[in-house]
Nanobody, 124 residues
């Protein structure tokens, strides 16, 4: 079983940037789609971004498109999320997740392993 640990969250002012990292252990993630999701208090967990195993295909939620960038380093077994131009509505706990295979998309049920999350708070 793969273990995922997120880091890099914190408090930032609107317009600022944060870089989240997800470190995987126990199993290589190089052959799996990886995703980032987030969940704000009282809201459903929602898709943020995903990246294919090769790193050549990425998808983003409309709410973050143009501001967030997902990347991966399979040699280091890590996935990153660069977040720029942050807005207060980006405030949430951000989770790293491994897809069930190489073709996982944007739906929660397509991911089978989750990190514990890292808090991102954006003040206005």
């Amino acid at each position: 079983q793969v273990q995922l640990v997120e880091s890099g969250g914190g408090l930032v002012q609107a317009g600022g940037s944060l870089r989240l990292s997800c470190a995987a252990s126990g199993r290589a993630i190089s052959r799996y789609t990886m995703g980032w999701f987030r969940q704000a208090p009282g809201k459903e967990r929602e898709f943020v971004a995903r990246i294919a195993w090769s790193g050549g295909s990425t998808d983003y939620a409309d709410s973050v498109k143009g501001r967030f960038t997902i990347s991966r380093d399979n040699a280091k077994n890590t996935v990153n999320l660069q977040m720029d131009s942050l807005k207060p509505e980006d405030t949430a706990v951000y989770y790293c997740a491994r897809g069930t295979g190489v073709t996982a998309s944007v739906w929660i049920h397509e991911y089978d392993s989750w990190g514990q999350g890292t808090q991102v708070t954006v003040s206005s």
